[in-house]
């Protein structure tokens, strides 16, 4: 079923924006560092982002931040991004960092790996706080990945055993170096060179505009993937 017209001009989008091609596309890629995967008890304590234009990464328009969380930081997840609490013993709280972030996205289409496990700390945030929630369309590169691997896109990657490989699976299929794994700066540039690779498949696969990359890279066809078992190193 098409996007109502009604609802984009509900949230500010005009209809013309979903026939915006590839190239001209404006992403944001972000991540975040987390205390564990419950949303109802842990935290956000990193969040990391950049930019980018059709497949042009805009390495020097980032937004970083490590933040301070209420929920406890145990060796379980600090094992995962390597954040101690003393590192964020005078880091400020997500109240004070989340305004600034939900201004960088303004404009932009999100981008992330398993991106609903993040848009839901966030918007859990939000609605706390009594600011307005993402509205934003966002993307999903595990669910684009998923996308072509059944179109038998051609490249070695799309053969890969697992079919919900991890940001790191994808890294290294796609030859991607990794320099800073885990944390939400490095694994958002490393998702965005992901999105990079993947754009070229799917202009070939008939994937020409906004709405037709917002449509196979929805999140919602990897919700199932979320699970407390998988942790999100595996992300």
């Known amino acids: 079923m098409a996007w109502p017209a009604w609802w984009d001009r509900m949230v500010g ?7 915006r091609p590839l190239e001209e596309i404006p992403f944001t890629v972000l991540d975040t560092e987390l205390t564990g995967l419950d949303d109802r008890r842990d935290d956000i304590v990193s969040i990391g982002a950049l930019r980018m234009r ?12 490590l933040v301070k969380p209420g929920a406890i930081l145990d060796g379980r997840t600090v094992v995962v991004h390597r954040i101690t609490p003393s ?3 005078e880091m400020p709280s997500i109240d004070a960092v989340l305004p600034p972030f939900l201004a960088y996205l303004e404009g932009t289409i999100l981008v992330g790996h398993c991106i609903a496990l993040d848009l839901a700390f966030l918007n859990r945030d939000a609605r ?6 993402i509205r934003n369309r966002a993307v999903d590169t595990l669910a684009l990945y998923g996308w072509l691997r059944r179109r038998a896109a051609e ?3 799309f053969s890969l055993e697992a079919t919900a490989p991890s940001l790191f699976d994808l890294a290294r299929a796609f030859e991607i170096q990794v320099e800073a794994a885990h ?6 540039y490393v998702t965005a060179q992901v999105l990079q690779r993947l754009l070229p498949f ?3 696969a008939g994937i020409e505009d906004q709405a037709g990359l917002c449509r196979a890279g929805h999140p919602d066809r990897q919700l199932a993937n979320l699970t407390a078992s998988d942790g999100h190193q595996s992300f």
């Open 202 to 204: 799917l202009a070939q």
């Open 13 to 19: 989008r005009p209809a013309s924006e979903k026939m």
């Open 155 to 157: 490249h070695p990657a």
């Open 54 to 65: 059709g497949g042009l990464i805009r390495v020097g328009d980032t937004f970083q931040a």
């Open 183 to 188: 944390s939400a700066i490095g694994d958002a």
């Open 87 to 89: 590192q964020l013993e």
């Open 128 to 133: 706390r706080l009594a600011l307005s929630s």
